[in-house]
């Protein structure tokens, strides 16, 4: 669906159709989907403007680059995917923003319904060709700490733990952080709080191995 604001031209470009009930399903019986099964519906976008991309998940909003915009079971994916160094795709969901330089991947996953856990939204960012991965948390659960389990294809698991915020006036506690991976390879990486995994695990694919230095981390 296309719309246009008339104040300054920016045009809204939403993603609609595409069943997300083989999510449901996949979920409810545990099996893992393949990676086109996974992907419900996307944008590829290459123009001259002021754009802004919405999914289920969060929005990305451009001006003159390229970029991807896909809806997946395991939230929304966008990819700056353009070349040139000075291009940038902002964006974001809630109070989680990320600007994202040329390939750069963002995906978020916002869970707004009211079971328990509560409300959060978790994000994975990465730079595949530099080795790195970050990650961010933002969360009503009552907890000062979380844990991000890591693991790779061939069963073997490492587990970071990082601090939250104190909940400001709406509740929302927040932290974010950045890690080198030694490897490359395909990742999975799970957010535990208070014992619960945070469904579903977002997978990165790392194709350039980082040297190794200490986990960055903001509260």
């Not at 601090?163 to 509740?171: K, M, S, Y």
């Amino acid at each position: 669906m296309v719309t246009q604001r008339k104040s300054d031209s920016l045009t809204d470009l939403t993603l609609t159709g595409g069943s997300f009930k083989v999510c449901k399903a996949a979920r409810a019986a545990g099996k893992p989907l393949s990676a086109a099964a996974n992907r419900r519906r996307r944008l590829f976008g290459r123009a001259h403007g002021h754009f802004r991309s919405r999914g289920r998940n969060s929005s990305a909003t451009v001006k003159g680059t390229d970029w991807l915009t896909e809806d997946r079971c395991d939230g929304t994916l966008t990819r700056n995917e353009n070349t040139n160094p000075k291009s940038k795709v902002a964006t974001e969901n809630r109070d989680l923003k990320f600007t994202l330089k040329p390939g750069y991947t963002i995906h978020y996953f916002c869970n707004t319904q009211t079971i328990t856990p509560d409300m959060y939204c978790i994000v994975l960012l990465a730079e595949p060709d530099k080795g790195l991965v970050g990650g961010g948390l933002l969360t009503q659960i009552n907890a000062t700490q979380y844990d991000v389990n890591v693991t790779w294809p061939n069963g073997g698991t490492q587990t970071l733990s990082f601090e939250l915020t104190p909940p400001d006036p709406f509740g929302f506690r927040q932290s974010v952080w950045v890690c080198p991976v030694t490897a490359a390879n395909t990742y999975t990486f799970t957010w535990v709080v208070n014992g619960v995994a945070l469904s579903p695990p977002l997978t990165e694919t790392i194709r350039v191995a980082a040297q190794p230095f200490s986990c960055a981390h903001q509260p």
